[in-house]
């Protein structure tokens, strides 16, 4: 379904999509497994507007998984994301405001090097942002937020360090504080008829650690309408965070299911 409702001056929109896979074999002598993957995605805004005051919410959660007949489950995608922004108008486009992002998780993490070994498990890592600073902000699908002093918290449960680093938190320990500058962009736009564009884009630099290295957080969603209810859907993630993983990290998914 597509929701899209007003109720006074909050403006709340967004999508729920269920899209899968499956292949079955009997029989079948140039070989195959038989497996089953789902994913199920939830993107909503809710915006609140009234006379100099602005808030924006947008909440993405998702889940899937993976079976076959020789292997337990697997998860293919795992994701728990809030990012609000209060804002007061200044002239225009501008804005003062405070901006709070949460990122987090539901299922458990497997090493993809050691699948016996538990990297992750529900809210563990939690990430968390906050601070003031200013928002630039063109409509519901263009705005710009800059924040020159964002505290920045990385919790794990103690289980995960007890051998080592975890998402850049030290050994024997539950969390980690650095402090910073975020840049959070997000930009939605018609490529053509039935398809749509979103992008959103996070960049942190640690001034407590090394201001060269700048985390980057990139997501992409390309929506291909096919009818009201029918949707393909392509998602693409692009991180990098050098105390986590000092490789770039990416993820795509393309589905086409109900929307």
Do not use: C
């Given at each position: ?56 919410n947008k ?16 998860k ?45 498990h ?12 200013i ?7 263009f ?6 002093a ?12 007890k ?56 997501q ?25 993983s ?14």
């Amino acid at each position: 379904k597509i929701d899209s409702t007003t109720t006074k001056h909050w403006n709340i929109k967004g999508t729920t999509s269920l899209s899968g896979n499956q292949s079955a074999f009997s029989n079948w002598l140039n070989g195959g497994t038989s497996n089953i993957t789902v994913n199920l995605r939830l993107n909503y805004d809710f915006n609140y507007k009234k006379d100099n005051w602005v808030l924006d919410n947008k909440f993405i959660t998702a889940y899937g998984f993976n079976r076959n007949k020789f292997s337990s489950v697997k998860k293919t995608e795992d994701k728990i994301e809030l990012n609000s922004i209060l804002a007061r108008n200044i002239e225009k486009e501008w804005h003062y405001s405070f901006f709070f992002n949460f990122k987090s998780q539901f299922g458990k993490g497997l090493d993809p090097k050691d699948p016996k070994n538990k990297v992750s498990h529900f809210l563990s890592p939690i990430f968390l942002m906050t601070g003031p600073g200013i928002f630039w902000r063109k409509s519901d699908n263009f705005k710009i937020n800059f924040s020159p002093a964002t505290p920045r918290f990385v919790f794990v449960h103690s289980e995960f360090t007890k051998m080592g680093k975890s998402f850049g938190v030290s050994q024997n320990e539950v969390h980690r504080f650095e402090f910073g500058s975020t840049v959070y962009a997000y930009y939605k736009f018609d490529i053509m008829k039935n398809v749509t564009m979103e992008n959103i884009l996070g960049l942190f630099a640690d001034y407590t650690h090394d201001f060269s290295k700048v985390d980057i957080d990139y997501q992409a969603s390309l929506y291909l309408k096919v009818n009201k209810f029918i949707s393909a859907n392509v998602y693409y993630d692009v991180l990098y965070d050098y105390d986590t993983s000092k490789k770039l990290q990416q993820k795509e998914t393309v589905g086409i299911g109900f929307k």
